[in-house]
């Protein structure tokens, strides 16, 4: 499992809506895990040259962050909770979880802390 410097598990938040990715973040880091809150690839890809790395992804399905090459080269490797829309179809890749709008932000931290605790984390 990856770490940041402080000893938390490090899970990346990705998603163009605000409130989405505020309140996961909020909630992931009342539990102790260190959550890093983006809005595009290019974050991304500038969290990732910074060496940081994420245990698990939680990544708001949109054709900009999903149609990503670089986010689809993570989802590949890191055990991934999708959030997705009921009106707006974007091909969903395989993840580990999928949660359809709306959604409870607690089932996606909990889905998230599962995936931590079973090992699953890359």
């Not at 983006?38 to 040259?49: H, K, T, W």
């Not at 709008?101 to 909990?110: D, S, Y």
């Amino acid at each position: 499992m990856r770490y940041a410097k402080n000893g938390m598990p490090v899970v990346f938040v990705i998603a163009t809506d605000w409130k989405l990715r505020t309140a996961v973040r909020a909630e992931l880091r009342e539990r102790g895990i260190d959550a890093l809150g983006m809005d595009s690839a290019d974050d991304v890809g500038r969290v990732l040259a910074a060496d940081a790395m994420p245990a698990v992804m939680v990544l708001e399905a949109n054709a900009e962050l999903a149609g990503s090459p670089a986010i689809q080269k993570l989802v590949a490797r890191i055990p991934t909770v999708l959030v997705a829309s009921r009106t707006e179809t974007v091909p969903v890749p395989r993840v580990a979880a999928v949660f359809y709008r709306p959604v409870r932000i607690g089932e996606i931290v909990l889905k998230v802390s599962e995936l931590l605790g079973r090992g699953e984390a890359a």
